[in-house]
Antibody, heavy 120, light 110 residues
Framework: EVQLLESGGVLVQPGGSLRLSCVGS????????MSWVRQAPGKGLEWVSG????????YYADSVKGRFTISKDDSKNTLYLQMTSLRAEDTAVYYC?????????????WGQGTLVTVSP | QTVVTQEPSFSVSPGGTVTLTCGLS?????????PSWYQQTPGQAPRTLIY???IRSSGVPDRFSGSILGNKAALSITGAQADDESDYYC??????????FGGGTKVTVL
């Protein structure tokens, strides 16, 4: 059974930094691309960042480019999102999502999410 | 800036059929966009229904089907049930690893 478990969400001040983690199980982690998707309170889903299965390809939404960095450690079956220069508008539940192939393809499994709150 | 469009809301009677669409502010949706559909109820993570236009995710009943209708992707729900009342999101692949979600459609069953 595929499972994804996010962690790391907390209350952080504007301008601060945070690292989110997502541990995957039930599949060969290195064989699949992964993404982070967020949802601001009362709003829709927004794709944030993705990484190819091999880790060589990384992709970002314009809203986070230059501030967020995605990475993965296949030995730990873990996906990361390093977030810097955080803004109030980054407040959201952050979901990690497994994609159906090693290259950017649709998402098939989702974690339960971790809440990031950016506030003074 | 490409915008993915969805109907804000839809209402369907129990047992009825509803078709939601997913379009582009500029251009047509095709299979190269790998249109995919997700269901979400309040407080829950999204659930994958359909990916790559018409592939049903594991465990998804065949009441849910995906297609391309004209210049849009479409999600049809036949024989609507009370627990189909949810928000439905589509997502399209824009190339270079970039994905864009639509704003979501709130489906009410009444």
């Amino acid at each position: 059974e595929v499972q994804l478990l996010e962690s790391g969400g907390v209350l952080v001040q504007p301008g601060g930094s945070l690292r989110l983690s997502c541990v995957g199980s039930g599949f060969t982690f290195s064989n699949y691309a992964m993404s982070w998707v967020r949802q601001a309170p009362g709003k829709g889903l927004e794709w944030v960042s993705g990484i190819s299965g091999g880790g060589a390809g990384t992709y970002y939404a314009d809203s986070v480019k230059g501030r967020f960095t995605i990475s993965k450690d296949d030995s730990k079956n873990t996906l990361y999102l390093q977030m810097t220069s955080l803004r109030a508008e980054d407040t959201a539940v952050y979901y990690c999502a497994k994609q159906v192939d090693t290259i950017p393809r649709p998402f098939d499994y989702w974690g339960q999410g971790t809440l990031v709150t950016v506030s003074p | 800036q490409t915008v993915v469009t969805q109907e804000p809301s839809f209402s369907v009677s129990p047992g009825g059929t509803v078709t939601l669409t997913c379009g582009l502010s500029s251009g047509s949706v095709s299979t190269i966009h790998y249109p995919s559909w997700y269901q979400q109820t309040p407080g829950q993570a999204p659930r994958t229904l359909i990916y790559k236009t018409n592939i049903r995710s594991s465990g998804v009943p065949d009441r849910f089907s995906g297609s391309i209708l004209g210049n849009k992707a479409a999600l049809s729900i036949t024989g609507a049930q009370a627990d189909d009342e949810s928000d439905y999101y589509c997502v399209l692949y824009m190339s270079s690893g970039i994905w864009v979600f639509g704003g979501g459609t709130k489906v009410t069953v009444l």
